[in-house]
């Protein structure tokens, strides 16, 4: 069917920089939207970043530190993360909202998560 692959995370320390990837694969006809989530251990899990054809939606706390951008001949989406803080620890989901060859609904797909972890 569908599947979500993140890549990317891992330790850094504060100030440092990751690259977050996400590429979607399977019977895909057409992705409407792809962003990224995270859920810190004890919290909610809460929207980081998206993006559609042309347009980006941040979060007040990521807004100057996080790019998001996104490939559409790959089905990827793509998260720069700079001047990560300790609070930025959680693990980051990837999202996408698509349409599979098989209907003409778009449903909400869900990566697996990958932990980034902002410590000295």
């Known amino acids: 069917q569908v599947q979500l692959v993140e890549s990317g995370g891992g330790l850094v320390q504060p100030g440092g920089s990751l690259r977050l990837s996400c590429a979607a694969s399977?019977?895909?006809?057409?992705?409407?939207?792809m962003g990224w989530y995270r859920q810190a251990p004890g919290k909610q899990r809460e929207l980081v970043a998206t993006?559609?054809?042309?347009?980006?939606n941040y979060a007040d706390f990521v807004k100057g530190r996080f790019t998001i951008s996104r490939d559409n001949a790959k089905n990827t989406v793509y998260l720069q993360m700079n001047i990560l803080k300790p609070e930025d620890t959680a693990v980051y989901y990837c999202?996408?909202?698509?349409?599979?060859?098989?209907?003409?609904?778009?449903?909400?797909?869900w990566g697996q998560g990958t932990q980034v972890t902002v410590s000295s």
């Open positions: 999202n996408a909202r698509l349409r599979t060859t098989s209907t003409s609904i778009f449903y909400a797909y």
């Open positions: 399977g019977s895909i006809f057409s992705i409407a939207a």
């Open positions: 993006v559609t054809s042309g347009y980006t």
